[in-house]
């Protein structure tokens, strides 16, 4: 899960994908996040984003942004970008086709090949923050019906 900072979109993308797999008692699948940007390393996720992870069950406190890296294409099967800035930016380190063809855009899952952005509430009021969360809560549906079950 990849957004700018990795303080807001992808943490929470992140902890709701965790969290249904620690439901399914699924152990396989390994979740990450991260930022195309290194403005927030080391930074746990926005305080707002934690408010909305624990009004909807949810503990993400443990997570800590880190930036995108060429290595994560060797690491992990997909990467979800949040935006198209972030994907152009996730592509641009693409060694090859094999590493562009994991790149994708979470919001397809719901809404495939319509290019959907996943919007930053980072300046935005509360209501941003709970939007976002529930976008991210259909798309890992989605990707855990596609790729999972």
Same mark, same amino acid.
């Given at each position: ?7 807001? $979109? ?72 949040? &935006?198209?800035?972030?994907? $152009? ?5 693409? $060694?090859?086709?094999?590493? $562009? ?36 809560? &259909?798309?890992? &549906? ?8």
């Amino acid at each position: 899960m990849v957004c700018l900072g990795n303080i807001c $979109r992808s943490p929470i993308a992140e902890g709701i994908l965790r969290h249904k797999l620690r439901a399914m008692k699924n152990e396989e699948v390994l979740t990450d996040s991260a930022g195309t940007s290194n403005f927030h390393a080391g930074e746990a996720p926005d305080t707002r984003m934690r408010m909305t992870a624990l009004k909807n069950g949810l503990d993400i406190s443990d997570l800590r942004a880190r930036q995108f890296v060429v290595s994560d294409f060797d690491e992990f099967d997909l990467i979800y970008a949040m &935006d198209l800035s972030n994907q $152009r930016d996730i592509l641009s380190l693409a $060694r090859n086709d094999d590493d $562009r063809a994991k790149v994708k855009l979470i919001l397809d899952e719901i809404y495939p090949d319509e290019n959907r952005e996943v919007p930053d509430p980072y300046y935005g009021g509360e209501k941003g923050f709970q939007d976002v969360f529930d976008m991210l809560d &259909d798309a890992t &549906d989605q990707l855990i019906a596609r790729y999972i079950e």
